[in-house]
């Protein structure tokens, strides 16, 4: 575990920041949020999305398709992703910090709180995704604090996926690591070739309202961002967060 946590990376490895909340709601969310939320936060453009096109029978029958966006909102540099069941928050490119993601979602879900048509919370997540590019990096110990094996033999690691879920508390951190990947940021047009890392940290709500969530929003919304970072840079080792140039204020 690292002692003291940068504040920022100097080759920031970050390819995209997602919050998303499932919820339950007596009506898909997708054939009414788009048009609140374009118009209540001020947004500039709507898209459809492939998945929309799927019969919403065929969505609601398959568990991968129940969550999945199906429509995107442009806000101010942040995309708002709206599903049936389902609003995510991507962050803009650069990333401008928790302390600038974090009111976006704040504010994104003070416009959904007082919707009768919400009944209850499933879940929350926060994901960060990274990729680390080569020559500088490769999934060894040298740069992660990741150990593999096989029947004592000698993986290829950039064909390794790792793919994990651990216990912290009341969080569920999912990781996955691939050896050898592409990230792309459709914004920028940039595309990144490395070792691609996914951490998606979840609450489970268990049918908490959204009413009852909010005035601890902060407080575990910030919990959650902790332990998620705690976790990322204790898969680093010494030398793979000195390739990142740290920076410690």
Known sequence: MVQQLPTRLGKTPLMDAIFEMRLASSVPL???????????????????????????????????LKYIA???????????HVGDN???????????????FFPRIKL????????????????????????????????????????????SKQLNFNSTHLRTDLNDEDAIHIIQVFGEATGTNEKLGETKHGVLMDIDSIIDCEGLS????????????????TKHKNLFFSLLTPIGLEKLEPHYE
């Open 30 to 64: 997708s054939q009414i949020m788009s048009g609140i939320l374009f118009s209540q936060l001020g947004c500039t453009n709507i898209e459809k999305l492939p998945h929309a096109d799927l019969p919403e029978f065929i969505r609601n029958s398959e568990p991968n």
């Open 70 to 80: 199906l429509s995107r909102i442009d806000w101010d540099g942040y995309a708002i």
């Open 86 to 100: 389902s609003i995510g928050l991507t962050c803009g490119h650069p990333y401008r910090g928790w302390r600038e």
């Open 108 to 151: 994104l879900l003070e416009k959904l709180q007082d919707l009768p048509f919400i009944t209850s919370i499933e879940r929350y997540s926060l994901k960060y995704i990274d990729v680390f590019p080569f020559p500088e990096f490769s999934l060894t110990s040298e740069n992660f604090n990741i150990n593999i094996g096989v029947a």
């Open 210 to 225: 959204l009413q009852l969530l909010m005035p601890e929003l902060e407080e575990k919304l910030n919990t959650l961002h």
